[in-house]
């Protein structure tokens, strides 16, 4: 602006000033949102804890575990699959092929 200008309005004025809190408001939204996230995925997310009746095999060590129904689906280390009722009674086990680009132990 130069010197012989004149004077903005003042509703203009008030609408700068409207425009620069909204533009800071989202900014910390932003800032906080993308904090939040951070801090709650950065970290291992625990597997939950096995009915006190499911008794796994000998040497089985759990890395996924699914509950659908009344049955617990329990992936172990080695590729195996095992199916227990919440009472703890084994349904079934079986054997998966590994993944891709792993080495079976």
Request: net charge neutral.
């Amino acid at each position: 602006m130069l010197p012989s200008d004149p004077a903005p309005l003042p509703e203009v004025r008030f609408l700068k000033i409207l425009v620069t809190a909204l533009a800071v408001t989202m900014i910390l939204g932003l800032v906080t949102i993308v904090g939040l996230l951070v801090t709650r995925l950065s970290g291992p997310v625990p597997l939950p804890e096995l009915p006190a009746a499911v008794v796994l095999p000998e040497g089985v060590r759990p890395i996924s575990l699914a509950f659908a129904g009344n049955r617990i689906v329990v992936l172990s280390a080695d590729d195996r699959v095992l199916v227990y009722l919440r009472d703890g009674t084994l349904l079934g086990e079986t054997r998966i092929a590994p993944a891709p680009g792993t080495v079976a132990p």
